[in-house]
Structures are given as structure tokens and as C-alpha cells.
């Protein structure tokens, strides 16, 4: 299992720009496929952005297209989401997750129900 911890939330004004960290520890991490997601309290958790575990595959909402990037370092266990243009509707809680499989390659967007293992979340909030 991978075990992970989320760093780089913080409140920004509307426009402005944040990087989010996710540093794993596990021996799986580099075939495990990751995820950002985002939860609103009150409301479900709902998909953010996805990285296959090879890293030449990205997924997105689309309501973050073209405005948030995800990426990933295996050499340093790390999974990134870089956010810019951030709207007031960006703010909630982040959570960074690992697949529950390794080496599961996604073709289509990943959901909720297929990662195993998530951080304690980080609170990103935007003010306009």
C-alpha cells in the first residue's frame, strides 16, 4: 500500500496560482497510477486529474482543462498539480490518490472507486 501526504494548499486571490505536492512512500508508487480529486464539505468528492502510472497519459475535469496540470516525478515519489487561474469555485479540500492496482493502464478517466489509497487532504481556497 502506498501511503501518502499532500503539501502546497493555501489561499490565493482569483487568478492566482498554486502547486500542490504529494510526496509517496511505498514500493509501489511508480506503477501505480495517481489522482487529484477535490471535496466541498457537504458535497461528494468529485475528480480532479489523473496520471497513468507510465506518465505518458493525463486525465481531466473540465472544469480544470487548460488551467491545471498533473504531473509526476517517480525518482522522487511525487505527484504534482500545478493550478493556475484559479476561481473562487476552485476551492475546496485536495486530495491526492494512488490507484488500488499497479501497472493498470487507463484508457478512459479513472473514478473514485478506483484508487485505494488517499492523503489527508490540503485546503486550497481561493478569494475573489
Known amino acids: 500500500q502506498v501511503q501518502l501526504v499532500e503539501s502546497g494548499g493555501g489561499l490565493v486571490q482569483t487568478g492566482g496560482s498554486l502547486r500542490l505536492s504529494c510526496a509517496a512512500s511505498?514500493?509501489?508508487?511508480?506503477?501505480?497510477?495517481m489522482g487529484w480529486f477535490r471535496q466541498v464539505p457537504g458535497q461528494e468528492r468529485d475528480f480532479v486529474a489523473a496520471i497513468n502510472w507510465s506518465g505518458d497519459r493525463t486525465f481531466y475535469a473540465d472544469s480544470v482543462k487548460g488551467r491545471f496540470t498533473i504531473s509526476r516525478d517517480n525518482a522522487k515519489n511525487t505527484v504534482y498539480l500545478q493550478m493556475n487561474s484559479l476561481k473562487p469555485e476552485d476551492t475546496a479540500i485536495y486530495y491526492c490518490a494512488a490507484d488500488r492496482f499497479t501497472r493498470r493502464y487507463y484508457a478512459i478517466k479513472p473514478g473514485v472507486g478506483d484508487f485505494g489509497s488517499w492523503g489527508q487532504g490540503t485546503q486550497v481556497t481561493v478569494s475573489s
Open positions: 511505498g514500493r509501489t508508487f511508480s506503477t501505480n497510477a
